[in-house]
């Protein structure tokens, strides 16, 4: 990383003065990134005319290989890149690899390149936050910098593709792949997969935004399963992260496994054709998810897996993952007439124009021997420990427990998952390191006083916390403490796709251990690494403070010790609802109203007989070391048309003893409309920092084109009107002012 960068990254707030000087032999190992984008002008329209060029040289064998994306394993045929028939390949890690199938392509008879992607979800030799932990900072130009470094690792390894980001909209925590996305709320969604799209491809890698569309509401939150959107819901809340992607230059998508409204998304042509290349005129190339094409004779509509490639190409998806389905089928399909040729060439076009626009015709084979020094640089740790301390959510801290006070002299931390032996992440690059990861009682030993003990019990087998290995042992040293440090939370098969839950309680038997730390009448703070919100009722009703992260990646425990030692104020804030149980889910802010709103809690009332309606902790709620206030919510006019906009201001004053970071939210409310309107409406945010007793005016342009909606047949339509607008710390705040929306 170079003085200038660090200047830069400095200045968007995305380092600490102490990590901007970084020793020259490191700086110098960093050569600059190869950022890809969409070519425009004449650069593009020469990039058509050869590909009408090479589309009229192509057998009809070499138009479908372009189509075939296979991976590495078991199964793979390098043959096939040898003969030109395989158009992508996947998973391949090693650059000594990546090479070697590079130079097979090199004996086909076109030599067309390979597109090698990957799942690069957050990291690739470095780790970030899990991309809802990136959310949770609500810092765009930071997460726009962990995808970027992920980006740069992956395409020093040869990978030039990823499949991400995800942006799938989701309410439903039992849903293993939340984990994956950026929390509730369609504003955050939108500017998240925003800043990871630009980041990712200025890293090097183009972007796949997945799961296209409306994978996150499949029913119960069970993966796969089908989900009921109506169309107003899936323009408002599930289209808009995907139109935002593709606005940041997003150059392919992936298709979802789920049925949307009874139609499969793979074979699915109103979204993938009519909608994504029709009305949003989008370039790119479509690639289905993993094996769907051959899927759609399981959801039903088709006999075999001929008719299943014949519907999924004809609706519209170019690239067949690892199915095989194209491979063996399509070619015999357009034999038959079954199949347009002029179908099989556009689809191919569009794959050869992402090909193109890459750059990947003149792009140099990956260099195994340079990768190494590429991987974990100083620039990317940086942003690693920045992304994790920012993402990091301080729930509660009851007595102001937080930060460990002088009067602790030893401390207990509990918990495998305190010193992982391995994170669970998306990848494992062999080959290349990846730097062991400091365990949280090593990182409280370096920040704590010399003369305050730390002792450490892992209490389980493992992180996944499913049996205990000595609970007596974690006992003994808890109650012998003056505070303990209780490292919990999901891992393993706890998380991630297919990790579908009932229940969202501490997996295995982490509760009962946490039920016995607090029973040793010593103050207990929770630190939790999850996958997605878990029911933590019973904990803040019993722990003196709860630290939530959603597993923080390279740095996470570094992270979480400058935290708890009060080196960092923590900044992270809820992107999610947090429920008070699981009978409450869906549970979200920005709800519709209803005819009969809770009041008093009485029957009668829209309300559950046996809990509250409010969630246990609201999207964007989040503690600090430090208390902010604010004042003076005004607006620079009383009215605007519906062509208009208005400047939105309010004084945030930090009054407490110590500078800190404060998320300043900004919702709106139509509270009269032809239609019900959300009750509140997230459309905008920043994240200042400021001194002990600074007051900083806040300032928001508001344009009415904004705050609208969609009807049942999809059309926007903005109304005159009363607005309402809400400003502070969180979904629930009640500091307001208004404008009038007018027609002229």
Request: with cysteine.
């Amino acid at each position: 990383m170079t003085l200038r960068f660090a200047a830069t990254l400095l200045a968007l707030g995305l380092l600490m003065p102490a990590a901007a000087t970084v020793a020259p032999a490191q700086t110098a190992a960093v050569p600059a990134a190869r950022p890809v984008a969409w070519k425009t002008g004449a650069e593009a329209n020469a990039i058509e005319r050869r590909i009408d060029a090479l589309l009229g040289k192509m057998t009809l064998e070499e138009k479908v290989g372009q189509l075939h994306l296979s991976g590495r394993g078991d199964g793979f045929d390098i043959g096939q890149v040898k003969a030109g028939r395989m158009g992508g390949v996947m998973n391949f890690v090693v650059p000594a690899e990546v090479l070697a199938v590079q130079k097979a392509l090199r004996e086909s008879r076109l030599k067309i390149p390979l597109i090698i992607g990957l799942d690069a979800v957050h990291g690739f030799s470095t780790y970030f936050p899990l991309p809802l932990g990136q959310a949770s900072t609500w810092n765009p130009a930071l997460i726009e910098e962990a995808a970027y470094w992920t980006g740069r690792e992956a395409s020093a390894a040869g990978i030039n593709w990823t499949f991400a980001p995800m942006v799938d909209m989701s309410r439903d925590p039992r849903w293993g792949r939340v984990l994956e996305g950026a929390g509730e709320d369609v504003h955050l969604a939108s500017v998240v997969a925003a800043a990871r799209t630009r980041g990712y491809q200025r890293g090097g890698v183009a972007t796949s935004v997945k799961h296209f569309v409306g994978y996150g509401a499949g029913e119960a939150g069970r993966d796969y399963n089908s989900t009921w959107i109506p169309t107003s819901q899936l323009f408002d809340l599930h289209l808009p992260p995907f139109k935002a992607s593709f606005d940041a230059g997003s150059m392919t998508a992936m298709a979802a496994f789920n049925a949307l409204n009874g139609i499969p998304a793979t074979a699915n042509r109103a979204m993938l054709t009519d909608l994504l290349r029709g009305q949003w005129g989008f370039r790119g190339f479509v690639t289905s998810d993993f094996g769907s094409i051959t899927e759609l004779r399981l959801h039903g509509i088709a006999r075999d897996d001929a008719e299943a490639a014949r519907k999924a190409l004809l609706a519209g998806i170019d690239m067949d993952m690892m199915g095989d389905v194209y491979h063996k089928h399509l070619a015999a399909e357009v034999k038959a007439g079954r199949v347009p040729v002029k179908a099989l060439d556009e689809a191919v076009r569009r794959v050869l124009r992402v090909k193109f626009h890459l750059g990947l015709f003149d792009r140099p084979d990956v260099d195994p021997a340079a990768a190494p020094s590429l991987m974990q640089t100083e620039g990317a740790r940086q942003v690693a420990l920045q992304a994790a301390r920012e993402g990091a959510m301080l729930l509660k801290n009851a007595g102001g427990v937080l930060p460990i006070g002088a009067s602790v002299k030893s401390v207990a931390v509990i918990g495998a998952m305190a010193r992982p032996e391995d994170e669970r992440v998306w990848t494992d690059p062999a080959g290349l390191g990846r730097r062991v990861v400091q365990g949280l009682p090593e990182a409280l030993k370096e920040r704590l006083p010399a003369d305050v003990a730390v002792t450490y019990e892992p209490a389980f087998t493992k992180a996944c916390g499913t049996e205990f290995a000595d609970k007596e042992a974690a006992i003994r040293a808890a109650a012998a403490s003056d505070l303990i440090v209780a490292m919990l939370g999901e891992d393993c098969e706890f998380m991630g796709e297919g990790a579908s839950r009932t229940k969202l309680d501490l997996p295995g038997v982490q509760q009962p251990l946490l039920e016995a730390l607090v029973a040793t009448g010593k103050p207990v703070v929770l630190v939790l690494a999850t996958g997605r919100p878990l029911v933590l009722t019973w904990a803040d009703a019993h722990v003196a403070a709860i630290l939530q992260t959603f597993h923080g990646g390279t740095e996470g425990r570094t992270a979480i010790a400058d935290i708890l030692t009060g080196k960092i104020n923590p900044s992270g804030r809820v992107p999610m609802s947090f429920p008070r149980s699981v009978g409450q889910i869906p549970v979200y802010y920005d709800h519709l109203p209803t005819g009969r709103p809770q009041k008093i809690r009485q029957r009668y009332e829209s309300i559950f007989m046996d809990e509250a309606n409010e969630p246990l902790y609201p999207f964007g709620h989040g503690l600090s070391y430090t208390t902010f206030t604010y004042a003076n919510a005004r607006v620079s006019r009383p009215s605007m048309a519906l062509d208009g906009s208005v400047e939105v201001s309010v004084d945030v004053t930090n009054a407490g003893s110590r500078e800190g970071q404060e998320v300043v939210q900004l919702y709106i409310r139509q509270p009269v409309a032809s239609r019900s309107r959300p009750v509140r409406e997230l459309k905008a945010f920043d994240k200042p920092m400021l001194r002990p007793g600074e007051t900083r005016t806040m300032r928001f342009r508001l344009e009415a084109r904004h705050l609208g909606a969609h009807d049942d047949a999809g059309r926007y339509v903005v109304e005159p009107g009363l607005i309402e607008i809400y400003l502070g710390g969180s979904s629930q705040t009640s500091v307001m002012t208004q404008v009038t929306l007018t027609k002229s």
